[in-house]
């Protein structure tokens, strides 16, 4: 309960401005000023109106001197530690190579998308691409791993540059990358897909000044049903090795629609 309670206004207070937390600091004074008042009220009721009007002056400036430096100084210590801690998750996240989210955070990410959209009576929808990047092994061998870095993130930068802003891109591991479109129809999947492949295709890659074309393969799927990440990066990887087998450079998409989990095996 502590640690979520510490959490819970640790991003709260980490979210405020210098302004805001001033009027934060404030407020709590404030507070602290009227409970201190009230008690002391109560308790000096036995030694007379005289003596607890004498003493009032006292006990308030004390608790103000006291209380709005040490309010002011934990705010701007949760402030701080708040802003640290999404840096650090933001970090943990992220494939320090490509910028995209890691494996781990972008399976999770989709999950709660999927789950969020559960909750609400609206029929779920949406689409996962797995994109894959053909023939990097060459790129590597040919040029090194240096520029086959450089063609990774060509690669991821071309993908977020197709996709919207609340949909999701994420580098699986080695030369494969998800998108995760939530609301997208078979049809929306199919047009990001085709953009994705048709702008990687086109882009100026140039390792040690020799034009290089990179082409990627998507596979996916687009769904009408609660499913969750690991089923729906089954069928789209399915799909993903269909497209290599047809000749590469080129998309493979499925529809789902509602079904139940044992009929999964049908469409892999």
Not at 1 to 24: H, I
Not at 69 to 93: D, I, M, Q
Not at 204 to 229: A, I
Request: with cysteine; net charge positive.
């Amino acid at each position: 309960m502590a640690d979520a309670l510490r959490r819970y206004f640790g991003r709260a207070v980490s979210r405020l401005g210098r302004s805001s937390l001033l009027r934060w600091t404030l407020v709590g004074t404030a507070w602290c000023l009227f409970v201190s008042l009230g008690y002391n009220a109560v308790a000096a009721a036995g030694i007379g109106e005289e003596a607890f009007r004498s003493g009032l002056p006292v006990a308030a400036l004390l608790l103000l001197v006291l209380a709005g430096p040490v309010l002011l100084f934990l705010g701007y210590r949760l402030r701080e530690l708040g802003r640290a801690n999404r840096k650090l998750g933001l970090v943990a996240s992220t494939d320090s190579l490509t910028a995209c989210l890691n494996r781990g955070a972008f399976s999770t990410r989709v999950d709660e998308s999927l789950t969020d959209a559960g909750r609400g009576n609206q029929r779920i929808k949406g689409a996962l691409l797995v994109i894959d990047a053909d023939h990097f092994k060459s790129i590597n061998d040919s040029y090194g791993h240096d520029l086959g870095d450089e063609a990774l993130r060509t690669i991821a930068a071309a993908i977020r540059g197709q996709v919207r802003k609340d949909d999701l891109v994420g580098r699986l591991g080695g030369e494969e990358f998800g998108v995760f479109l939530p609301g997208a129809s078979q049809e929306n999947a199919v047009g990001v897909a085709e953009r994705i492949r048709r702008s990687i295709s086109e882009v100026s890659f140039r390792p040690m000044g020799k034009p290089h074309r990179l082409t990627v393969s998507v596979g996916g799927v687009s769904f009408e049903d609660q499913l969750g990440f690991a089923d729906l990066f089954r069928i789209a990887d399915r799909r993903l090795y269909q497209a290599k087998n047809g000749g590469r450079n080129r998309i493979e998409l499925t529809h789902i629609q509602a079904y139940g989990i044992n009929d999964l095996a049908a469409v892999h």
